[in-house]
């Protein structure tokens, strides 16, 4: 008879760009109502901050003085030197897609966003993740007291659908430096932001639309959130317990709620010059009064009956204006607002009129990629063998925006397309990791978001030219490197039992301890022949041991004195493996003898 399986503890860990969430269940009570998010945070004195989330900022103790440690979170005054939006700068050499804020790489050089000259911004991630790690642990310790001991932990981490597989690797890597995953049995899984969130709602009886949502419905779930923007359409297969399917490959870009901030730098910059650019970023940056009050505004911005503050920064050289006022304080407008202005010929009334309206030139350029996002990825459900959008359900930070709120409303109406906002919208995704681990909810069909394949030579032909050409020693021929060989073409479903096979032959000798085949990605919709074409990505790499395989089975001959093989051997995909990976494996004289896989949860 076989035993009960051991129960765990569930952490779903939402590490934002701008702020952090943690919620966590025991395994044993599988029920939403039995999750618990995190809400009080430390702060430098002995009180706690209550709210869902933490910023996602660091100041380190030997650049501050006066802080005997590393700080985080809420501990961090306004006037020490922190480091904010990280996450940002792990995905920095991916390909820039149209959605993307275009001046983001501008302002990384400029230093609006940077990390210290010590450390790279995989190491400012692993020294965050670790003071989130270690609340965690003493919140866990409390709660489950010495069952922590004996008792494993899975922890789900959460990361944008538009990550390249290089900032998911760069991700991992710094969460298991900060300690994740480090006891014994511990484990670390990811899931999508955009999953995690429609796991949440779809699952989540105190959220309201579980039973509001159909078997069968288009489902676009747009995820706004400090950084990025993550869209994905889902329709529901299956209840008790739901299960979800991609209906086409998601989209997204980094045009979060930090778009915004970064455009407000920019129209600081265009009105006040140099009274502002000469300010140091302790001045202007995150955690300053002058960062808060924005805050402020973009959260009540578009609501009624609410007007904006002014931004309190004190800047020596910036002149008395409709802009400046005498407190020393920043005037930005709402809608268009006509000014008065006095003309210099007496004969003429005071009648010249500005129209100003600030907060819409901050909010709109954003507010127009997201809009554009989800009309494509409304056209590709449209276009797939599923249903039509018919409910966009809006999370995430900046999805808490009325501004945003109204446009995507006023959007959606002509549509035929119901918009809807959950409750604490802002936490939903480190609930729906938890959810997920605690097998609530499941997304059993994904759609690949990048072609992935490798490198191979093929025969030459005059077209081919002569700079990538060479002859084979094994078999004399003429042969051009350098072809792509797309085996998972971006799009394809990745479900379970889906098997695909390519055959290669590598001219190894007896000297010949591995064989190593690089992985490849391209992020393109159309996938380039050539490996040298600037969308084709590393992936990672396939190392085959041949420690233990008996070379003389192979095909073999002399050349110029020494014993060469022709090492026949196969490139495996097995699509769906494991729930949302694809497994890669090097078989040759029918055993398995080198594997890597990529993770699509």
Excluded at 466 to 472: G, H, P
Excluded at 557 to 579: A, C, M, N, T, W
């Amino acid at each position: 008879m076989a035993g009960k399986a051991r129960h765990v503890i569930i952490v779903g860990t939402d590490y934002g760009t701008t702020f952090s969430g943690v919620n966590f269940a025991w395994s044993k009570y599988a029920n939403d109502s039995d999750i618990i998010a995190i809400s009080e945070w430390p702060t430098r004195g002995p009180e706690t901050e209550f709210t869902a989330k933490t910023p996602t900022q660091i100041a380190y103790g030997d650049e501050n003085d006066g802080i005997p440690k590393n700080y985080w979170g809420y501990q961090i005054a306004p006037r020490m030197v922190r480091y904010a939006w990280i996450k940002l700068l792990l995905d920095n050499n991916a390909l820039q897609s149209p959605y993307d804020d275009p001046d983001l790489q501008r302002d990384i050089k400029e230093g609006i966003i940077k990390f210290p000259q010590n450390r790279s911004a995989q190491e400012v991630t692993a020294d965050y993740l670790k003071e989130l790690y270690n609340f965690t642990m003493e919140r866990l310790q409390r709660r489950y007291m010495n069952m922590l001991d004996v008792t494993p932990i899975k922890f789900w981490f959460t990361m944008p659908a538009i990550w390249s597989d290089e900032a998911q690797v760069r991700t991992l890597a710094a969460a298991k430096e900060a300690g994740y995953g480090s006891r014994k049995d511990d484990e670390i899984c990811i899931i999508t932001e955009p999953e995690a969130a429609a796991i949440a709602i779809a699952s989540s009886d105190s959220l309201g639309y579980k039973d509001g949502l159909k078997i069968g419905e288009g489902i676009l779930l747009c995820d706004c959130g400090g950084g990025t923007v993550d869209i994905t359409v889902y329709t529901i297969v299956q209840e008790d317990p739901i299960q979800f399917k991609e209906l086409c490959v998601g989209s997204g870009g980094k045009c979060g709620s930090t778009y915004i901030d970064r455009n407000l730098h920019k129209w600081m910059s265009k009105r006040f010059g140099d009274a502002f650019d000469s300010l140091p970023l302790k001045k202007v940056g995150q955690g300053t009064n002058f960062i808060k009050d924005f805050e402020w505004n973009k959260r009540i911005f578009g609501r009624e009956g609410i007007h904006l503050k002014p931004l309190r920064l004190f800047m020596k050289k910036a002149s008395i204006s409709d802009y400046y006022n005498v407190e020393r304080e920043v005037i930005l407008t709402e809608y268009f607002e006509s000014l008065t202005v006095t003309c210099a010929r007496q004969d003429k009334a005071n009648s010249a009129i500005r129209r100003r309206d600030d907060m819409r030139s901050l909010f709109d350029p954003v507010v127009d990629k997201i809009v554009k996002l989800i009309s494509e990825q409304v056209k590709d459900a449209s276009n797939s063998e599923g249903p039509s959008v018919s409910t966009l359900m809006l999370v995430g930070g900046l999805g808490d925006s009325p501004y945003l709120q109204t446009q995507l409303r006023s959007w959606c109406e002509p549509k035929s397309i119901t918009m809807r906002v959950p409750e604490n919208s802002w936490g939903v995704v480190a609930k729906g990791a938890v959810m997920r681990g605690l097998h609530l909810a499941t997304v059993i069909q994904k759609k690949c978001r990048y072609h992935y394949g490798t490198e191979y030579s093929r025969a030459w032909s005059v077209a081919d030219g002569e700079s990538n050409a060479y002859i084979c020693s094994f078999t004399k021929r003429k042969m051009t490197s350098g072809f792509m060989a797309w085996e998972v073409e971006k799009g394809e479903t990745i479900e379970s039992g889906t098997f695909k096979t390519l055959d290669f032959y590598t001219v190894i000798d007896d000297t010949t301890s591995s064989v190593d085949i690089d992985l490849l990605s391209c992020s393109l919709d159309t996938a380039p022949l050539r490996y040298d074409h600037y969308g084709v990505e590393k992936v990672g790499r396939i190392t085959t041991s041949l420690h233990g395989v008996d070379l003389q089975r192979f095909v073999s001959k002399f050349e110029r004195g020494r014993k060469i093989y022709k090492f026949d051997h196969s490139l495996e995909v097995v699509l769906g493996d494991k729930q949302g990976t694809i497994l890669f494996r090097i078989r040759a004289l029918g055993e398995i003898v080198g594997q890597t896989s990529v993770d699509f949860s």
